[in-house]
C-alpha cells in the first residue's frame, strides 16, 4: 500500500505601520541584539538562502499571480525530513536543500536550534514565533532517536493520532491556528487512508517598522499592475531611515523593524 508522509506549512506575516510622531521616535533602541552562531551556523544559512532563491525562483516560473512563500518554513520541514532518511533519499534531500556532503546532520540541527532559539527572543518589538509539530498515525512504527531529535532540536509537538477520526483532523487544524494567532485556521480538510505522518511548521510575524510612518501622510497613488492597468491604493509616505540599491534591472530598498535584527527588502523591476 502507498504510505504518504506530507509537508505541511502555515505562514502568517502582519506588517504594522503605527502612526508615531517624529518626537516620540527620536529616542527609540535600534541597536540591534548580537546572535551567538555555531561553527556550522553560517554555512547553514548560507545552504538556505540558495534553497530558498531556487525554490522562489521555480515557484514563480508557474505562477502567475500574487503569492506569498516562506523559505525558512519549507526549509525546516524538509530538514526534519532529512533526519528520517537514510541512503540515496538522504542525498538527494541534502543536496536538494544545499547543505555541503560534508555536513553532518547533528550540525545542521544545532546550527538550526541555537538560531531559532535567539531569533523568537531577539527584539522586544517583534513578534515571531515558528512552532513545529509531527502527527502520525496510530500503530505507525516511527523510530524513537527521530522523535527525540523532533522534540530536543526542533521542539516540535509530536503525537500519534487515530487518522480515522475526525478528532484527528480538528487537532491537526487547531495547531495550525493557534500558532498563527487564528490567521490561518484550516491547513487540511481531509486526511487519506495513505497518509502515516503530516511534518508541519507555523511561522507568525508581527513588528513594528523602526522608523515608523505618520498616518496622516497616507494617500491614494497610482499603482501599475501587469496588464497595464493603473489603480489607486494607500500609499504611505514619510521620512524614514532606510537602505536603497539599484543595479541593472532593479530597485531595491531595506526598511528595518524593531532595533533592526530583522528588515524587509522590497525588490522591484525597472520599467523597461
Keep these: 500500500?502507498?504510505?504518504?508522509?506530507?509537508?505541511?506549512?502555515?505562514?502568517?506575516?502582519?506588517?504594522?505601520?503605527?502612526?508615531?510622531?517624529?518626537?516620540?521616535?527620536?529616542?527609540?533602541?535600534?541597536?540591534?541584539?548580537?546572535?551567538?552562531?555555531?561553527?556550522?551556523?553560517?554555512?547553514?544559512?548560507?545552504?538556505?538562502?540558495?534553497?530558498?532563491?531556487?525554490?522562489?525562483?521555480?515557484?514563480?516560473?508557474?505562477?502567475?499571480?500574487?503569492?506569498?512563500?516562506?523559505?525558512?518554513s519549507a526549509s525546516t520541514a524538509l530538514t526534519m525530513l532529512l533526519n528520517g532518511c537514510g541512503g540515496d533519499t538522504y542525498s538527494q534531500l541534502q543536496g536538494t536543500l544545499k547543505y555541503p556532503a560534508e555536513m553532518s546532520i547533528s550540525e545542521i540541527n544545532e546550527a538550526y536550534k541555537s538560531l531559532v532559539g535567539q531569533l523568537l527572543k531577539v527584539d522586544p518589538k517583534v513578534q515571531l514565533a515558528l512552532a513545529n509539530a509531527i502527527f502520525y498515525r496510530n500503530g505507525f512504527n516511527v523510530k524513537p532517536p527521530f522523535l527525540a531529535t523532533m522534540s530536543d532540536d526542533y521542539k516540535a509537538r509530536v503525537k500519534g493520532l487515530d487518522f480515522g477520526a475526525p478528532s484527528a483532523l480538528t487537532t491537526i487544524n487547531k495547531w495550525a491556528s493557534d500558532n498563527t494567532k487564528g490567521k490561518i485556521p484550516e491547513v487540511l480538510k481531509e486526511i487519506s487512508?495513505?497518509?502515516?505522518m503530516f511534518i508541519m511548521n507555523a511561522l507568525y510575524f508581527n513588528g513594528d517598522w523602526s522608523y515608523r510612518f505618520d498616518k496622516s501622510m497616507t494617500q491614494k497613488l497610482p499603482f501599475h499592475p501587469d496588464g497595464g492597468t493603473t489603480v489607486n491604493v494607500p500609499t504611505m509616505k514619510g521620512e524614514v531611515g532606510s537602505k536603497l540599491a539599484r543595479d541593472n534591472g532593479f530597485r531595491a530598498i531595506e526598511m528595518p523593524y524593531g532595533q533592526t535584527n530583522f528588515t524587509m527588502v522590497v525588490i522591484v523591476p525597472d520599467e523597461s
Design 1 to 72: 500500500m502507498k504510505k504518504n508522509i506530507s509537508i505541511l506549512s502555515a505562514l502568517a506575516i502582519l506588517l504594522l505601520a503605527v502612526s508615531c510622531s517624529k518626537e516620540n521616535n527620536g529616542e527609540a533602541d535600534l541597536t540591534p541584539k548580537s546572535i551567538t552562531l555555531t561553527a556550522a551556523a553560517p554555512i547553514a544559512i548560507q545552504s538556505s538562502n540558495e534553497f530558498g532563491i531556487e525554490l522562489f525562483t521555480k515557484v514563480t516560473e508557474s505562477e502567475n499571480k500574487n503569492l506569498m512563500l516562506s523559505p525558512l
Design 193 to 196: 487512508g495513505d497518509d502515516i
